[in-house]
């Protein structure tokens, strides 16, 4: 009974021991391959922080940990050799992206000085002050939707009794545009000078518009015309131009397109026409900009409006300011303009 004890106390101890031993041993490889995988993980949030070069200690790896530790290491220092150069990369095309900025800012500035200038000549061209002539009361309007307008009007004095009147519109908006009005501001003051007929000028600037410019898609309404108080008449040509208005003190008479737009076409022919004025006769011309004014309801302004304008204004120098308000409290809340404004009233006194 005392052996048997003994030997089962021994087989006990020895179980024990054992056991012990197996719990050193996985706790020895529970560490050896747990401490890896931690120290992988703790780089891994160093690169996703944004320290691509962070480098891990492979000492204590074994087997296939080791080889991963390797591979990770070189990973990080391939991706940091990336990011310098991408860095590199970056800042350089930063400094370049700023010249060019810069360059641009220049450039634009220059360009805004030059509009400046531009708008400075177009207003020079546009005249403020009109001949000082008995016969004629001549008041003026002109709006450019934007720095540089495509409208235009002129009064030129052929005598004491006779002036030519030029209002037009050249399609197109800014620069272009008015280009070609400045062009034909000195077109229509060397025909008119020279003596030529109505018809005459308007067919020669017909040809030396399409011949400058015509290829590349610009033309004008226009209407251009001669007013002689010693004859009592006015010869006007009206080139696809909107309605001009002659007001008197019985009636409003219309004065509508006689043919095509001018520069479009070389074999084009215009022909005047030729009416009777009387003394207190109102011509009043304008461009499509007025009655083409619209609202926030895309209304336009229209004809009608500019007519009852003109019928309850009893004396030509408050026909302006009264379209220009009425146009202003129609459009109401758009403030905006979407087209160049011009408008000539003359009056034969």
Do not use: W
């Not at 004890?5 to 012990?20: C, K, Q, R, S, Y």
């Not at 990973?75 to 010249?99: A, C, F, G, P």
């Not at 708008?119 to 061209?125: C, G, M, T």
């Not at 499509?288 to 209304?299: L, Q, T």
């Amino acid at each position: 009974m005392g052996v048997a004890a003994n030997i089962i106390e021994f087989i006990g101890i020895t179980a024990l021991i054992f056991i012990n031993i197996v719990m050193v041993i996985t706790l020895l490889l529970s560490t050896a391959l747990t401490r890896p995988i931690f120290v992988l993980f703790h780089a891994s949030n160093e690169i996703a922080k944004g320290k691509f070069d962070v480098q891990i200690d492979v000492k204590s790896f074994f087997s296939e940990f080791y080889i991963l530790g390797i591979a990770f290491n070189k990973m990080t220092r391939m991706i940091n050799r990336y990011k310098k150069h991408t860095d590199s990369i970056v800042e350089q095309r930063t400094e370049e992206l700023n010249i060019s900025n810069r360059k641009l800012l220049d450039i634009n500035n220059r360009m805004e000085n030059e509009l400046v200038i531009a708008k400075k000549i177009q207003e020079a061209i546009i005249p403020q002050n009109f001949p000082s002539n008995k016969n004629f009361k001549i008041y003026s309007y002109y709006y450019a939707m934007e720095k540089l307008g495509g409208d235009f009007y002129d009064v030129i004095e052929i005598s004491k009794t006779k002036i030519a009147v030029v209002m037009l519109d050249v399609s197109g908006h800014g620069i272009p545009p008015s280009l070609v009005t400045t062009m034909t501001k000195f077109m229509f003051s060397t025909y008119v000078k020279e003596g030529m007929e109505p018809q005459e000028v308007v067919n020669r600037v017909n040809k030396q518009i399409y011949d400058s410019v015509g290829y590349l898609g610009y033309y004008m309404t226009l209407f251009y015309g001669v007013i002689d108080t010693k004859e009592k008449s006015l010869e006007y040509i009206s080139g696809a131009h909107c309605d001009t208005y002659i007001v008197n003190k019985d009636k409003i008479e219309t004065i509508k397109s006689t043919s095509t737009v001018v520069g479009l076409r070389l074999d084009d022919v215009f022909k005047s026409h030729k009416i009777e004025i009387k003394s207190k006769d109102t011509i009043v011309l304008f461009t499509d900009g007025i009655v083409e004014a619209k609202n926030s309801n895309r209304e336009l302004y229209g004809y009608d409006r500019v007519k009852r304008i003109l019928q309850t204004t009893k004396d030509s120098k408050n026909i302006i300011p009264n379209l220009m308000e009425d146009i202003n409290y129609f459009k109401v809340d758009i403030t905006v303009r979407d087209d160049d404004m011009a408008v000539l009233v003359i009056e034969v006194v």
